[in-house]
């Protein structure tokens, strides 16, 4: 079993519409949980973390994690091409060390 | 804030030759620091772990005679492939951390290494 799962997609939406991308994880004393995004041929950039089960909310992006369920999602509501990318889920747990996921790719369609 | 410089973007190099990567906190203090590889379609994958003034820590496969890391103050760490072979073509990928535990980590531009 992977540490960190996700779907590699890719997850087609129409423009306006909301993406949901989905992380599992296996470790049950990961502590942080990041969303990166990717772009061809770019680094990650940070999009968002999480420390606390429940959502958090940063403009169109949602956090959401469940730490029973050790589940962690990101929602895109009003989708643009612009976020078309690979969206990348990372944890850890005490330390500075990430483990990540192998991405989804998302496409989002005028 | 939390700027990480990774250089050069690029390097196109002969099979046999050294290729150093640098990787620079420019804004804080890197305590440690994190080697990523990339290939295409592929997930990021953690070589290794540097800290400031002590031996790097590989991962489970890295060959850490062949990539030579090198932290020698808080704000630079470098990767040398040494005796580069076109298996070793792949996107490079330096973060850093500013020692806080869980905290986000700031990732540099990425070196795209190409072998030939």
């Known amino acids: 079993q992977k540490e960190v799962e996700q779907n590699s997609g890719p997850l087609s939406v129409p423009e306006g519409a909301i993406a949901s991308l989905n992380c599992t994880y296996s470790d049950r004393g990961s502590q942080s949980f990041f969303w990166y995004r990717q772009y061809s041929g770019k680094s990650p950039e940070l999009i968002m973390f999480i420390y606390s089960n429940g959502d958090k909310e940063d403009g169109r992006f949602t956090a959401q994690l469940n730490k029973a369920s050790q589940y962690v999602s990101l929602l895109i509501r009003d989708s643009q091409p612009s976020d078309s990318a690979t969206y990348l889920c990372?944890?850890?747990?005490?330390?500075?060390?990430?483990?990540f996921g192998t991405g989804t790719r998302l496409q989002v369609f005028p | 804030g939390a700027v990480v410089s990774q250089h050069p973007s690029w390097v196109i190099c002969k099979s046999g030759t050294s290729v150093k990567i640098e990787c620079r906190s420019l804004?804080?203090?890197?305590?440690?620091m994190f080697w990523y590889r990339q290939f295409p379609k592929q997930s990021l994958m953690l070589m290794a772990t540097?800290?400031?003034?002590?031996?790097?820590?590989?991962e489970q496969g890295v060959e850490k005679d062949k990539f030579l890391i090198n932290h020698a103050s808080l704000t630079l760490s470098t990767l040398t492939v040494t005796s580069a072979h076109p298996e070793d073509s792949s996107f490079y990928i330096c973060s850093a951390s500013q020692g806080q535990r869980n905290s986000p980590l700031h990732f540099g531009n990425g070196t795209r290494l190409t072998v030939t």
């Open positions: 540097s800290n400031e003034g002590s031996k790097a820590t590989y």
């Open positions: 804004d804080f203090q890197a305590t440690t």
């Open positions: 990372a944890v850890n747990k005490d330390t500075d060390k990430l483990i």
